[in-house]
T-cell receptor, first 114, second 111 residues
Framework: GAVVSQHPSWVICKSGTSVKIECRSL??????MFWYRQFPKQSLMLMAT?????????EQGVEKDKFLINHASLTLSTLTVTSAHPEDSSFYIC??????????FGSGTRLTVV | GEDVEQSLFLSVREGDSSVINCTYT??????LYWYKQEPGAGLQLLTY?????DMKQDQRLTVLLNKKDKHLSLRIADTQTGDSAIYFC???????????FGAGTQVVVTP
């Protein structure tokens, strides 16, 4: 199969702190992973494309310094929301593509900033 | 940018067929997907279709693609209460594999 594990599934943090979200491909190597953000009752918006061993490619309007992406290995990408504020509260989902399996999504992380 | 549009809501009776529609604008779309999202969960791939196909059937699911009209539909036969969820269609056409999603159709199955 093609399993993507995302952790944590939910997190509450204080305004001004940083939060790290992990996305792991469990049974395959993923040279490319994707990070999405979903607002309530809305579709997923691609934030960035994470490439193993190189810098992430951010979509227009996404702050690179606020949403730090690290893809240090073929099985792990992390998204760090720095100096979080209430408007960063959202549902964040990662995905990875595996040959013959298409895109597999993580279970998502619900971030609440208080 | 390219758009993917879906109707936002569908109510269907248990046992009936559901049809969810999607239109897209990118004529270079190569892969089109249907995903299911249950409350608080990630996306589950239901099925996908290549742009050189016009139909794909997988158990209770039938995908129809009208490439000329850029119209994609998902039919769920014998809809069950467990089918209540939000359904997203998505397409990709570029080499990076970025997916473009529709806004999602909330399907509510009533007894």
């Amino acid at each position: 199969g093609a399993v993507v594990s995302q952790h944590p599934s939910w997190v509450i943090c204080k305004s001004g702190t940083s939060v790290k979200i992990e996305c792991r491909s469990l049974d395959f190597q993923a040279t490319t992973m994707f990070w999405y953000r979903q607002f309530p009752k809305q579709s997923l918006m691609l934030m960035a494309t994470s490439n193993e061993g190189s810098k992430a490619t951010y979509e227009q309007g996404v702050e690179k310094d606020k949403f730090l992406i690290n893809h240090a290995s073929l099985t792990l990408s992390t998204l760090t929301v720095t100096s979080a504020h209430p408007e960063d509260s959202s549902f964040y989902i990662c995905s990875a593509e595996r040959d013959n399996y298409g895109y597999t999504f993580g279970s998502g992380t619900r971030l609440t900033v208080v | 940018g390219e758009d993917v549009e879906q109707s936002l809501f569908l109510s269907v009776r248990e046992g009936d067929s559901s049809v969810i529609n999607c239109t897209y604008t990118d004529s270079s779309s190569t892969y089109l997907y249907w995903y299911k999202q249950e409350p608080g969960a990630g996306l589950q791939l239901l099925t996908y279709i290549f742009s050189n196909m016009d139909m794909k059937q997988d158990q209770r699911l039938t995908v129809l693609l009208n490439k000329k009209d850029k119209h994609l539909s998902l039919r769920i036969a014998d809809t069950q209460t467990g089918d209540s969820a939000i359904y997203f269609c998505a397409e990709t056409s570029d080499s990076w594999g970025k997916l473009q999603f529709g806004a999602g159709t909330q399907v509510v199955v009533t007894p």
